[in-house]
């Protein structure tokens, strides 16, 4: 290995992953000019020089059916890869979040003396705790996001960093909303409602319809508020579809991406659970949190939850700041209604800016720099 221009392999899933390594890239490019990387990825990655063997929507599953549906292209794909990164052999390996998929690869490359990091530690702390055993045998070093993490890790000998979130680096701490809604074509006086149901197709197959169904709701109430539907790559004719079936004359504005635009454009946004929500929270918005999913598998994933929250904002904050209504509660009569109450009070959101604004700043520490520090002591190591 040569430390000045190192060789990562690196496995990111979904948009939310791509975003991530996007940023971190960034600044190992800052740290190693010359350095390459490839394996699994999307449009952020490449736009740093990354190689993607794989487009990293191959990954984009979500629930226990629809990992079943593809499970032998998935095992296929990630034993192809083990294989040529064995025979490679990369300086270290780098998988951004998707445990599912890396946590595997990366013991059979651990075990065969490839350096291997993670970056996003997975909700050990909200379901699932048991994984921590396999993490242990999988990683020489876990970046962690949120500050409580490290000191999980080091209870059962896992080195682990605090490196913050990137998206807290990325977005502002204050976002007009002027802009935003100039670009957007939207006028300053307008009352604007985002609808991010998520980038996976099982949530806007699950819960896209019942963000508008509850936008045309809202729509027949007050004919005057204006909505935003930004939709990631590859999913806008399920959403043209979901549109023309759940909200036809409510006059939802498409937006191919664009996600933070929609988000510091908007006095409210209903949204599907995930990292978006905590984009929304650091764009200072309130939100109504949803998610939605098929039955079986629901059940199975409360009976493994540990805590009475799934919303990130409402997780690190230890309490319910923000509503959460989830399959059967999450109907558009009760999301209209929630939307409606943030809309109708505005001391109340200005206490959750508030709250917003300090978690905001606690979670900025420079992640790139961070984690390129804690990257390159494992190189050295």
């Not at 899933?13 to 940023?23: H, I, K």
């Not at 990325?170 to 985002?194: K, N, Q, S």
């Not at 984009?279 to 039955?295: C, G, H, Q, S």
């Amino acid at each position: 290995m040569s430390i000045d221009s190192p060789r990562f392999a690196m496995v990111a899933g979904e948009a939310s992953g791509d975003l991530l390594a996007g940023l971190l890239l960034g600044g190992l490019k800052d740290r190693w000019p010359d350095l390459r990387s490839h394996g699994i990825g999307g449009p952020r990655m490449a736009a740093q020089g990354f190689e993607a063997w794989w487009p990293h929507s191959k990954l984009a599953v979500r629930g226990y059916l629809d990992v079943l549906w593809r499970l032998r292209e998935l095992l296929n794909i990630r034993k192809t890869l083990g294989d040529r990164l064995l025979r490679e052999r990369p300086d270290a390996f780098i998988g951004i979040d998707a445990p599912d998929f890396n946590l595997g690869l990366e013991t059979r490359l651990k075990a065969q003396g490839i350096k291997s990091i993670h970056f996003v530690s997975p909700s050990v702390w909200a379901w699932r705790g048991e994984r921590i055993l396999k993490i242990g045998a999988a990683v020489d070093h876990m970046l962690c996001v949120f500050p409580f993490e490290p000191a999980l890790y080091a209870k059962h000998g896992i080195s682990a960093s605090y490196v913050g979130h990137p998206l807290a680096d990325l977005i502002p701490l204050e976002v007009p909303r002027a802009p935003a809604r100039t670009a957007l074509g939207l006028a300053p006086e307008d009352t604007v409602v985002a609808l991010l149901p998520g980038s996976r197709r099982s949530e806007m197959k699950y819960i896209a319809p019942r963000l508008l169904a509850a936008a045309a709701m809202m729509k027949r109430q007050r004919p005057g508020l204006k909505f935003v539907f930004p939709v990631v790559p590859g999913l806008r004719d399920m959403a043209e579809a979901a549109v023309r079936s759940e909200a036809p004359s409510t006059g939802v504005m498409l937006l191919d991406g664009r996600s933070h635009e929609a988000l510091a454009a908007c006095d409210v946004t209903l949204i599907g659970s995930g990292t978006a929500t905590l984009e929304a929270a650091l764009f200072k918005r309130p939100m109504v949190i949803t998610y939605n999913m098929n039955r079986l598998e629901w059940y199975r994933l409360r009976r493994l939850n540990y805590q009475p929250w799934v919303g990130l904002p409402n997780i690190l904050s230890n309490e319910f700041v923000v509503p959460e209504l989830l399959q059967d509660e999450g109907h558009p009569e009760a999301l209209a209604k929630a939307a409606f109450d943030w809309l109708d009070d505005p001391a109340r959101c200005a206490q959750l800016v508030a709250r917003f604004d300090a978690l905001h700043r606690q979670l900025r520490c420079n992640t790139a720099q961070a984690a390129t520090d804690a990257i390159e002591k494992v190189l050295r190591a």
